[in-house]
């Protein structure tokens, strides 16, 4: 007896019969079209077994069917871009929506790299230093009266450079004596320390934190032997050579603020008329 050889879906015999397999079962052109075949997005007919489906994002097409939305030309074999869910050749695509170049003023054709800055669009092969003319690429680059430059360039042309190290100042920097700093390079020509930013004095033109300049330059007072800045306001009495610090001018004895009093001296001390009647 004769094994049967039947259709999965209708059960009517294959013998003799052109048939499709689908997941190892059989199955009659009928109902595997009817079953499984995709339907055209530009006919909305089935495609059939024996026509080509050509698909793209899950959608599917004849392959007459697959053309240009706009030019009707067929996008078999050829590349093609999306747009709204339309199909179209690069030719009417770059027409349509494609940018133009900045520079060369041509389109950036679909799948070209391209440049984008501030809402203009250039060709990567276009997009070059306006001083060395070579392209700038993903480097980082500085934008100057409407051209761009690469940041050696710029450097070179238009930074200023530090009076220290002599390199180019691209961002920040300080101004002393009408020259210009990088901040790091601005320090307290005694301890090196950071000067950007804090108080600061000179000496021969040279830049020093307080600290420093009172260790280096300042009296002493000759009461506590600290010294007297002399800056932001600070008043002290100097007399015969030496000095104070207001709160320091006291009396030897009794300690009495002797600012803007009388006073008598004794060897190196200070004394207040009373303190001092007996000498």
């Not at 050509?54 to 939305?69: A, M």
């Given at each position: 007896m004769?094994e049967?050889f039947d259709?999965?879906y209708c059960?009517?015999s294959l013998f003799?019969k052109?048939?499709?397999?689908?997941?190892?079962s059989?199955?009659?052109?009928?109902?595997?079209?009817?079953?499984y075949s995709?339907?055209c997005e530009?006919?909305k007919?089935?495609?059939?077994a024996d026509?080509k489906?050509l698909s793209?994002?899950d959608r599917?097409?004849h392959?007459?069917?697959?053309?240009c939305?706009?030019c009707?030309n067929?996008l078999v074999?050829?590349p093609?871009?999306?747009?709204?869910e339309?199909?179209l050749?690069?030719?009417?695509y770059?027409?349509?929506?494609?940018?133009?170049?900045n520079?060369?003023?041509?389109?950036?054709?679909?799948?070209?790299r391209?440049?984008?800055?501030?809402?203009?669009s250039?060709?990567?092969?276009?997009?070059i230093?306006?001083?060395?003319?070579?392209p700038?690429?993903t480097k980082?680059?500085?934008?100057?009266?409407?051209?761009?430059f690469?940041?050696?360039?710029?450097?070179?042309?238009?930074a200023m450079?530090?009076?220290q190290c002599?390199?180019?100042?691209?961002?920040?920097?300080?101004t002393y004596?009408?020259?210009p700093?990088h901040?790091e390079c601005f320090v307290?020509?005694?301890?090196?320390k950071?000067l950007?930013g804090?108080?600061?004095?000179?000496?021969?033109e040279?830049?020093y934190?307080?600290s420093?300049?009172?260790?280096?330059?300042?009296?002493k007072?000759?009461?506590?032997?600290n010294p007297?800045s002399?800056?932001?306001?600070t008043?002290?009495?100097?007399?015969?050579?030496?000095?104070w610090?207001?709160?320091c001018?006291?009396c030897k004895?009794?300690?009495l603020?002797l600012?803007?009093r009388g006073?008598?001296t004794e060897r190196?001390?200070?004394l207040?008329?009373?303190c001092?009647?007996d000498i």
């Amino acid at each position: 007896m004769t094994e049967r050889f039947d259709c999965n879906y209708c059960k009517e015999s294959l013998f003799g019969k052109k048939y499709i397999l689908k997941e190892d079962s059989p199955y009659c052109v009928k109902c595997y079209e009817n079953l499984y075949s995709n339907t055209c997005e530009e006919c909305k007919k089935p495609i059939g077994a024996d026509c080509k489906d050509l698909s793209y994002k899950d959608r599917h097409w004849h392959e007459t069917c697959f053309h240009c939305f706009q030019c009707k030309n067929s996008l078999v074999d050829k590349p093609f871009a999306a747009k709204e869910e339309h199909l179209l050749c690069t030719d009417c695509y770059s027409n349509e929506y494609s940018s133009k170049c900045n520079e060369c003023k041509k389109t950036i054709m679909p799948g070209t790299r391209k440049m984008e800055y501030k809402g203009n669009s250039w060709h990567e092969t276009c997009f070059i230093c306006y001083r060395c003319q070579q392209p700038i690429g993903t480097k980082s680059f500085i934008p100057k009266d409407n051209q761009n430059f690469c940041v050696p360039c710029y450097e070179k042309q238009f930074a200023m450079q530090c009076v220290q190290c002599k390199k180019a100042i691209t961002t920040g920097g300080v101004t002393y004596r009408e020259q210009p700093w990088h901040k790091e390079c601005f320090v307290c020509t005694g301890c090196k320390k950071q000067l950007s930013g804090q108080r600061f004095t000179s000496r021969d033109e040279f830049a020093y934190c307080l600290s420093c300049f009172c260790n280096l330059y300042a009296k002493k007072c000759a009461g506590c032997t600290n010294p007297i800045s002399g800056l932001g306001g600070t008043k002290y009495i100097s007399f015969e050579e030496r000095q104070w610090h207001n709160d320091c001018f006291n009396c030897k004895k009794c300690s009495l603020s002797l600012v803007g009093r009388g006073f008598l001296t004794e060897r190196d001390d200070i004394l207040c008329p009373e303190c001092g009647k007996d000498i």
